[in-house]
C-alpha cells in the first residue's frame, strides 16, 4: 500500500493546536476519525480541509481541563472510517502507520518540552492509538510517574490488555493518578458495536467513579456544542449510568434514543456523544485528580 508523506512534527502545520505557554501541565490529545475517504487510505495531514473541525474537535474535548493546560494536539494519518471494517491482517497494516505517528509526535513532544507532568487524552481512533502508545512506552516508571490521567474514551481496553501490559492501569478511586479513563457509552441490549474490537471491555463510570450504579442526580451537566467547539445546551441531571456486565458498555440509561443516535452507528450507540453526556462531571473530578498529583509531590 503506498500513503501519505509520514508528517514532519517541526513543520507547525502538521499540528492541529499546539498551544504552548507556562501553564504547569500539558494535555498530548488525539482526535476521533474524520477522514472519511476509501478504505485502505489514510488521512494526508499535508493536504487535508478537515483541520478546522479537528481542532475544534480538540478545543471542545480539551475543555473538560477547564484551560489549564499546554495542549499539543498532533496530526497524524489516521484510517478512514471505512478501513475500520477491513479484515484484522488489513486494518493492523493501515493502523500501524497512524500509530507510528502518533507515537513519533509523542517522542517529539517530549524531546522538547520542559518535562512537565501531563494528561493524555483522545476519543475514538484517537485513544485506540494512545492505548497501543502506553503499551509500547509507558513501562518506563520515569514516563508514567509523570502521567496524571489518561482519557482513553471510546475505545476498548480489555482485561488481558491489563494483565498483558501491567503499567496501564484503570481508575479505581474519584482522586488516583497515573490511570486510564475508560469508557463507551450505548443504550442496554446492544450487540456486536463496531466500537468493541475483542470484547471484555473494561469500563468506568464518570459519574460515581465506582462499578456500582449511578443515579442522574449525579450528573453534574451534560454539555452540547456545535461545530465550532460552542457550547448550545447543558442540562444538569441528565442521564443515570451503569456498567453493563455482559458487554463493558457505560450504559445511559434515560437517554432519548432517537434524537441522539447518529447516523454512522446503529440506534442506541452514543459513540459520538461520550465525552458530551458526562462533560461536567469529568472536568470537576479531573480537578479533584490534579490536585492529588500535585499534592503527593508536594507542590501546592
Not at 480541509?49 to 499546554?70: D, Q, R, Y
Amino acid at each position: 500500500m503506498e500513503f501519505a508523506p509520514a508528517p514532519d512534527y517541526s513543520n507547525s502545520e502538521c499540528w492541529a493546536l499546539r498551544d504552548i505557554d507556562n501553564k504547569r501541565f500539558d494535555i498530548f490529545y488525539i482526535y476521533p476519525t474524520f477522514y472519511g475517504g476509501p478504505a485502505g487510505s489514510l488521512m494526508n495531514v499535508y493536504n487535508t480541509p478537515l483541520k478546522p473541525a479537528i481542532k475544534n474537535n480538540v478545543i471542545k474535548n480539551c475543555g473538560i481541563f477547564s484551560g489549564e493546560g499546554n495542549i499539543y494536539a498532533p496530526l497524524y494519518r489516521q484510517a478512514s472510517f471505512a478501513s475500520l471494517g477491513l479484515n484484522e491482517t488489513q486494518k493492523k497494516e493501515i493502523l500501524k502507520v497512524s500509530l507510528s505517528d502518533v507515537t513519533t509526535a509523542f517522542q517529539y513532544y517530549l524531546q522538547r518540552g520542559k518535562r512537565r507532568p501531563f494528561v493524555l487524552a483522545g476519543h475514538s481512533q484517537g485513544s485506540r492509538m494512545l492505548r497501543e502508545m502506553m503499551k509500547l512506552l509507558f513501562k518506563d516508571a520515569a514516563l508514567s510517574s509523570r502521567l496524571i490521567a489518561a482519557y482513553l474514551i471510546g475505545a476498548e481496553i480489555t482485561f488481558s490488555d491489563i494483565e498483558n501490559y501491567p503499567w496501564l492501569k484503570v481508575a479505581k478511586t474519584a482522586d488516583d493518578t497515573g490511570i486510564i479513563i475508560t469508557y463507551n457509552t450505548q443504550a442496554a441490549g446492544i450487540k456486536n458495536s463496531p466500537i468493541y474490537e475483542r470484547g471484555e471491555a473494561v469500563c468506568v463510570n464518570p459519574l460515581n467513579w465506582s462499578a456500582g450504579p449511578a443515579d442522574k442526580e449525579l450528573n453534574q451537566g451534560a454539555v452540547f456544542f456545535d461545530g465550532r467547539a460552542n457550547k448550545v445546551e447543558e442540562i444538569p441531571f441528565f442521564t443515570s449510568a451503569y456498567i453493563e456486565k455482559e458487554t463493558g458498555s457505560l450504559i445511559a440509561s434515560d437517554v432519548n434514543m432517537d434524537k441522539y443516535s447518529s447516523p454512522l452507528f446503529q440506534k442506541g450507540i452514543y459513540h459520538v456523544y461520550d465525552y458530551e453526556f458526562f462533560y461536567r462531571n469529568l472536568q470537576n473530578n479531573f480537578k479533584r485528580r490534579l490536585k492529588n498529583y500535585f499534592n503527593k509531590r508536594g507542590i501546592i
